[in-house]
């Protein structure tokens, strides 16, 4: 059966607001020309703070970065800073934003320990998921619809098991897996390559509105930033850093969700990638991670069973019902799709109890959830 994360309704994380001293200098050290993620991880690693990197001399500087770099931090602010500055602490103060720096207790273990992690995370909504088991699911923004049916089930699987999942509110693969993600008590995260204040692609505003109050969004841009090009790859390893594993539903050859991918291979996380037809463009890029070493997956059960959050009592790792629960629950079916309160009524038990144990039933490939709530027998 079924071990499920723990997914209680704890609350956000009190994190201490960022002062405007701070978040001047956090922004400052983003905004300087030549000086890079990696370059800015150095220099706080070895003189502290945002702050005591700007009162440092030049000869300090330089025996940390390149004379170019040390210039620019020799700098005054830009004209842009203040204005930014304001913007952004009036952004925090409103109900539901967090703003968290990488010297903050509560910014996520996990991401903090990955390369040039961001510096500063903007958070809308629940932020207790960002310490949460989660998987990263990713995949083509062209996806065909049994691959986007296929996220989203298997995203709503993996919630049901309590799992957050993650993902980049880009059209297609991740829209889908962020809405079965949101059908779970797992919930679901988007990570955005804008700024907080701006949501991309607009057809998934109404998405993202949804995701701000049951789940979280995530941005390491300032106010303002647009969508643009080279931000997209660059939060994808904040997608795969945030989580245990990524699962490739679909992908091309050259799709951007083999960067993801390849991201999480290099930061020791898990990863799953569903086959399909050898025919199908669509394909092509899952089969080359399965060939590089990707988990071949089927069902949200196998990534279950690997992740050791699904005992494999039975075959291939699917969970085993007890054998005359199964029989009482497929004669409650019948042959025509039915509501859990229905099969509630049939069975003379609890709907509640009744939902852990169609999702079991589920994984072991006996049932198939409908949309409305409906569930149907599957032929063996």
């Not at 992690?117 to 088991?133: D, H, M, V």
């Not at 990713?138 to 986007?148: D, E, K, Y």
Request: proline share 7%; glycine share 10%.
């Amino acid at each position: 059966m079924t071990r499920a994360v723990q997914a209680t309704d704890t609350p956000n994380v009190p994190f201490q607001p960022v002062s405007a001293a701070a978040l001047a200098g956090w922004l400052r050290l983003q905004m300087t020309d030549g000086v890079g993620l990696m370059t800015a991880h150095r220099l706080l690693q070895r003189l502290g703070t945002p702050e005591a990197v700007f009162d440092a001399d030049r000869a300090a500087l330089l025996r940390e970065v390149k004379p170019g770099q040390a210039d620019a931090l020799l700098q005054p602010p830009p004209d842009a800073l203040a204005a930014l500055v304001d913007a952004t602490l009036a952004w925090q103060q409103q109900p539901g934003n967090f703003l968290l720096s990488y010297d903050d207790p509560g910014y996520p273990e996990a991401l903090r320990n990955i390369a040039a992690a961001p510096l500063l995370l903007y958070l809308k909504g629940r932020t207790e998921l960002l310490e949460r088991s989660s998987l990263a699911v990713v995949g083509s923004r062209n996806a065909s619809a049994q691959g986007m049916l296929n996220a989203d089930r298997m995203a709503q699987a993996l919630s049901e098991a309590g799992l957050t999942i993650v993902s980049g509110l880009a059209l297609g693969i991740d829209a889908a897996a962020h809405a079965g993600g949101l059908n779970g008590p797992g919930s679901t995260i988007a990570v955005i390559g804008t700024g907080p204040d701006r949501i991309y692609p607009a057809r998934n505003k109404l998405l993202a509105r949804r995701i701000a109050e049951e789940g979280c969004i995530v941005s390491e841009y300032a106010l303002g930033t647009p969508p643009l090009r080279d931000n997209f790859p660059c939060r994808n390893r904040v997608i795969s850093g945030l989580a245990r594993g990524v699962l490739v539903v679909e992908a091309a050859a050259k799709s951007g969700s083999l960067i993801t991918a390849r991201l999480a291979a290099a930061q020791g996380r898990e990863l799953y990638a569903v086959p399909g037809s050898i025919h199908a463009t669509l394909a092509k890029g899952c089969h080359t991670l399965i060939r590089e070493g990707a988990k071949l997956v089927e069902t949200a059960a196998d990534i279950l069973t690997d992740l050791q959050l699904l005992s494999p009592d039975a075959p291939g790792g699917r969970p085993s019902p007890d054998d005359s629960f199964v029989d009482r629950v497929l004669e409650a079916l019948g042959e025509d799709p039915a509501g859990a309160d229905l099969l509630a009524l049939r069975l003379q038990q609890s709907a509640a109890d009744l939902q852990g144990q169609l999702l079991a039933l589920e994984l072991a490939g006996l049932v198939e959830r409908l949309p409305g709530g409906m569930f149907q027998r599957l032929r063996a």
